[in-house]
């Protein structure tokens, strides 16, 4: 869910490992997640989507899965690369007329 | 392709004086626009939506208003503003529809607003 009056957390990764950022949704009934990559003074890009009824989804070095039993959604990214030094946020949207709920962020720091 | 435009890019303003942030969409019709606020540092807080001209959604209340006076177009406002009013504002669209229809948001590049 929504906690935007919380500092970020901080994940730092060297350069060419894999990183793993992890969510933790709120709502059971969210029903489609989104990971967008935000960098500095920037506005926040898209990075992959997934809908509830898939549990794993790839896209150009970046997965992200799925685990609703336990209201998880993780992020991973391949070979990291200084240019994905970034905030990545997790958005979910539940059924309704409700709009996208973002959670706190993770900001990701590569060590080259 | 569809574009978002929002400017200033940064503003600095005292406490007390207005506000007027623009934000204009092309290449899509009909589109949700929203108002966000990050401080710092922090996440992204939702403040208002709107699904149609005329038609605003407040998530929280505050010190700012938001128009939407044309379909492409979203304007945010105050009258006064606070010195907690100061952080990164940033537009965004998504496709027409209810704002749940499972559309991926795309965001404009920010304001950053320094209330002085």
């Known amino acids: 869910g929504e906690s935007v009056g919380l500092h970020l957390p901080t994940l730092s990764v060297q350069e060419g490992d894999n990183s793993i950022i992890n969510c933790a949704y709120s709502n059971s009934a969210s029903d489609y997640f989104i990971w967008y990559k935000q960098e500095s003074g920037k506005g926040p890009q898209f990075i992959i989507d997934i809908r509830s009824n898939m549990d794993k989804r790839q896209g150009q070095r970046v997965t992200v899965l799925l685990n609703k039993t336990v209201k998880h959604l993780s992020l991973q990214i391949a070979a990291t690369q200084p240019g994905d030094s970034a905030v990545y946020f997790c958005a979910e949207t539940v059924p309704g007329n409700t709009p996208l709920v973002f959670g706190k962020g993770t900001r990701l720091s590569v060590i080259a | 392709s569809q574009t978002i435009h929002q400017w200033p890019a940064t503003l600095v303003q005292p406490v007390g004086s207005p506000l007027s942030l623009e934000c204009t969409v092309e290449?899509?019709?009909?589109?949700?626009l929203y108002w966000y606020r990050q401080a710092a540092g922090r996440g992204l807080q939702l403040l208002f939506y709107s699904v149609g001209i005329g038609q605003i959604s407040s998530e929280v209340p505050q010190n700012l208003s938001a128009s939407r006076p044309q379909d492409r177009q979203f304007i945010l406002s105050s009258k006064k503003l606070l010195l907690s009013d100061s952080g990164f504002y940033l537009c965004?669209?998504?496709?027409?529809?209810?704002?749940?229809?499972?559309?991926?948001?795309?965001f404009g590049s920010g304001t950053q607003l320094s209330v002085l």
């Open positions: 290449g899509t019709s009909n589109p949700n």
């Open positions: 965004a669209w998504s496709r027409r529809g209810t704002v749940s229809t499972n559309e991926k948001l795309f």
